[in-house]
């Protein structure tokens, strides 16, 4: 089993779910997070003032899956996130040594 | 004594609850300026004046604004002659046919002086939330309201009666300013703007700089706040200035229009500052501009044409988008630029009087431009200076008296985590579920609970136990 962790602009988020939703996936994590990568942080004036914001709005997409599904999920999202600028984001996976589905006790593939 | 006018009196009292509804919108347009940590101290420093100037205006702030001047100086207002208001409720209410006695009130021109004093009420309440803005995020509560309750008694109360205590309209013999000077401020560029500037200047520097200014961003969190703060400003601002002609016709007409038009103007002109500076014209920037022009259009609303307002706009706008950075430069932390937009507006539409009043205007007056030469200019240029230097010196005492004894700065600490937190116990948002969910960290204190959930929490431990 692998954990796909794609990092995307905001406004992304429905195509990627959209996208995700055609495969054969079971459930997606989503959360609201800062951060920057080589885009850096942006600047904004207020009353004249410039301030550098160091960390801009991302969101956090999680996909748990199984192994042999990685690579049309990790597809899916570059489809539906990338724009051709930069500050697209990342996706990167990594394996799960084990999932629980907590109602049942069910383990590892079946807990997906 | 007599009837009161009830068109007049209706359009005051309305006035009077749009002047006051100046000070919530002030509370918002600071508010949302400073970051999340101190939105709530912001709004509560305008509360908190209109707490304490609201008690001490009826017990003897009107009657030294508008007492009959003491020693006949022109100086400050007797405090005993309205003291707690109790002179002015000698009056017949209601009309009675059968007895032949009519209605009987005392008077302010035409409408009841309690309306009067009410109106007038709310200028102490906005004039010291102004200065609030200097202080954003450090300066302790108690002494806020304490620095509030002498700054109105000893700088307020007798400046109002300088500029705005006529000779024989509430009392025989009112302030220099408006009768032996005959500075032209219809609603309060000295006595409000210029006067709430030089204080908030005074107090930034005694209290020193926010921890991290200006090396740290200090971002405003809520632009939405700062817009409805200045949209409430701008409405309420109708009953400041065209309210200020104390009566339901023509100048309280000429006024409003020149309320809308150099407003107008000097959002147009802050923006244009923002974009040929900076590249982008800011929400903030038209927030700003917004209260620049209703600063600067304050005094001159009665004595320049709207044309000459919409030059006092634009003219406000300009400079105070170009003032607001001179913080920077000397190194004050005016946090919300109180002398930026207030000092720097109120003395714009003060001077510009001098060069731009019309006699066709209800003051009646030529300025400079208008073929008056230097006379009026120079009456206003002594007025305003009189303010910053009365102001300057009091404002530092109070100042000074206060760091020394109680304290004005809350701790480095508090300062650091947030002085909604230090001084009131709250915070203004709960946006994470791990607060409000009832468990994790939004669980109640048991000592705090009502008796019965108490014996509950204690009968659970205790089987836990």
């Known amino acids: 089993m692998k954990l796909v962790t794609a990092i995307v602009k905001p406004f992304a988020l429905d195509d990627v779910r959209a996208g995700l939703e055609r495969l054969d996936i079971a459930g997606m994590t989503v959360s609201e997070v800062s951060g920057y990568g080589r885009q850096r942080g942006h600047t904004e004036v207020y009353r004249g003032a410039d301030y550098q914001v160091d960390f801009v709005p991302k969101v956090r997409i999680e996909v748990a899956t199984e192994a042999d599904q990685v690579e049309k999920v990790v597809d899916a999202v570059i489809r539906a996130a990338r724009t051709g600028k930069i500050g697209d984001g990342k996706v990167w996976v990594t394996t799960l040594d084990t999932v629980v589905r907590v109602r049942t006790g069910e383990r590892g593939a079946d807990a997906l | ?144 309201l304490l620095f509030a309750g002498l700054w109105g008694t000893i700088v307020y109360f007798p400046v109002a009666h300088w500029v705005f205590s006529f000779d024989e309209v509430t009392s025989a013999v009112g302030g220099w300013i408006a009768n032996d000077l005959a500075v032209i401020d219809f609603a309060g560029g000295t006595a409000v703007h210029i006067n709430a500037g030089v204080a908030a200047l005074v107090l930034a520097i005694v209290i020193g700089k926010r921890r991290g200014w200006p090396r740290e961003p200090m971002r405003p969190h809520n632009l939405t706040l700062v817009m409805l703060g200045a949209g409430i400003l701008w409405f309420g601002w109708f009953g400041f200035n065209a309210g200020s002609a104390v009566g339901s016709n023509g100048i309280a007409g000429y006024a409003f229009v020149n309320t809308v038009v150099a407003t107008a103007a000097a959002l147009l002109g802050w923006l244009l500052v923002e974009k040929l500076r900076d590249g982008k014209p800011t929400s903030l920037g038209a927030a700003s501009g917004i209260v620049a022009g209703l600063v600067a259009i304050t005094p001159s609303c009665s004595s320049v044409s709207p044309i000459g307002a919409i030059a006092v706009g634009a003219i406000a706008g300009i400079l105070c988008a ?54 009026q200019l120079w009456r206003q240029a002594v007025g305003a200076l009189a303010v910053i230097v009365y102001c300057g010196v009091l404002s530092l005492i109070i100042a000074l008296a206060l760091k020394f004894t109680i304290g004005l700065r809350i701790s480095d600490e508090a300062e650091v985590t947030g002085i909604d937190e230090s001084e009131h116990a709250e915070t203004g948002y709960d946006f994470s579920t791990l607060r409000s969910s009832g468990g994790g960290l939004g669980t109640p204190r048991p000592d705090a609970a009502t008796p019965a959930a108490a014996e509950t929490v204690a009968a659970a431990s205790g089987k836990e136990g």
């Open chain 2, 1 to 144: 004594m007599g009837i009161p006018d009830t068109g007049d009196t209706a359009w005051m009292l309305a006035s009077a609850a749009l002047v006051l509804l100046m000070t919530p919108g002030l509370a918002l347009f600071y508010g949302g300026m400073v970051r999340s940590k101190g939105v709530l101290n912001m709004m509560m420093m305008s509360l908190g004046a209109a707490g304490v100037i609201g008690v001490l205006w009826v017990l003897y702030g009107y009657s030294t604004a508008f007492g009959d001047s003491v020693g006949g100086a022109g100086f400050m207002g007797n405090p005993g002659d309205f003291a707690g208001l109790s002179s002015l409720l000698d009056a017949t209410y209601l009309a009675d046919a059968e007895a032949g006695t009519d209605v009987s009130v005392p008077l302010v021109g035409t409408i009841p002086t309690l309306v009067f004093v009410a109106f007038q009420g709310m200028f102490a309440i906005i004039t010291v939330a102004l200065i609030s803005g200097a202080v954003a995020d450090r300066m302790k509560f108690g002494s806020w």
């Open chain 2, 322 to 375: 170009l003032a607001v950075g001179l913080k920077f430069r000397f190194g004050y932390d005016d946090s919300l630029d109180v002398v930026g937009v207030h000092l720097v507006g109120g003395l714009v539409g003060t001077l510009l009087i001098g060069f731009l009043a019309t006699a066709s205007s209800p003051a009646g007056v030529d300025g400079l431009f208008y073929g008056g030469g230097v006379d």
